[in-house]
């Protein structure tokens, strides 16, 4: 392919990933800094899903998104594609040498650490952005369309990229090493404040509770805080909702920590098997798990069984059952109650209740008729407790 036609075709390429990459950014804002946000055109289902995989820690690097890393890949591509008529006005632009070495070089690597990338995608997050595959064969074209592959191909791509580099760095130590600086020192900015990545905030502020294989603050019995409460809490969960894991163990660490306050739980199964007002299906079984929450409550050990659904998701009446009686329940009287009709009409009561409230999901926390919908970070929450009187 001749000097001229390469640059042309490389130029399209990088063009493409350019426009591409601006895209991705918009849908990583939507996803991070929009609530009002609708879903992106990629976004399909739960498996070809870019909104979900740019809500990720993983959409990041050094608290820069992955989309802006790679629109300064393509603009870096250009510029190199421009060097040798920058050389007469900027003497900086003589140690780009050979740019087309070097815009092959970065093609191979992004296209390597592409490949990594689609690793994490596919077995970590388990899911796919189709626009991020496009990157990565557009960064193999790049690299195959600078590489000259009558003349050492790769190997002469990535000595002369070398020898290039050290030879630049020997020149203008100074700007580099200034320019080094300034990056280390803009990237420490961005990968601590997470100004260009809440979604790591987020992720920071939730692992102890996300990632708690159990609750080290539970307890036993009906009560959840002090016997003589100043302030009451108002829960609202479903045993079967994923968030409601983390929130249940925030609720009793803010219950361990304040000595005033006194936790109430509430059920609200997502489940049409007891849930008149669903239109579909979200969470089944969590009916069942909230009967036998009751149940449990006439035992004295409400809390003691909440642990138990929330801990080991049983499945089945039987796994209940079973987790029950190592637990110490009478579970003859434990099946007994959760299948009478005293408890489930205490907890179409509670059902009821929440609904004529404007509740309709989970998890939802009140404390003097203001409502927190989902979760808040710990300190977030101890905060707003305080507020209402918790001490």
Known sequence: MEGRNRKIWIALIALAGLITTIKLAFIYYDANFNPYALSSFCSVNDFID???IAKTSHSQFFGVPLALWGMFLYAFIFLMLCADKLKARLKIFEVFKNPLDYIAALGILSFAISILLLLV????????CVLCMLTYILNLAIALAA????????????????????????????????????????????????VLAPQVKRAADFKEFVEAKMNKYKVSG??????NPEVIVDVYSDY?????YAHNIMIHKLA???????????????????????????HNGSCLAA?????????????????ILFQYRPSSENEILKLSKIAGFDVERLEKDANSSEVAQKLKSEIDEAYKTGLEGTPVTVIDKETVVGIKPYKDFKGWFVKKGAK
């Open 240 to 244: 079967k909702c994923p968030i409601c």
């Open 291 to 307: 009967k036998y929450e009751l149940a449990a409550e006439i035992q004295d050990k409400a809390w003691d069984m909440n642990d």
């Open 222 to 227: 009906n009560i959840l805080g002090a016997q």
């Open 147 to 194: 590489a000259d592959f009558r003349n050492g191909g790769f190997m002469r791509v990535f000595r002369n990229s070398v020898i290039d580099f050290i030879d630049g760095v020997k020149r203008y130590k100074a700007a580099f090493i200034a320019a080094v600086i300034a990056a280390a020192l803009l990237l420490a900015y961005t990968g601590t404040s997470y």
């Open 256 to 282: 361990k920590e304040l000595k005033n306050i006194r936790v109430i739980h509430h059920n609200l199964p997502l489940d049409m098997e007891c849930n008149k007002y669903l239109q579909r299906e979200f």
């Open 121 to 128: 995608s596919l077995f970590e997050i388990k899911k796919l």
């Open 50 to 52: 870019c909104d979900g």
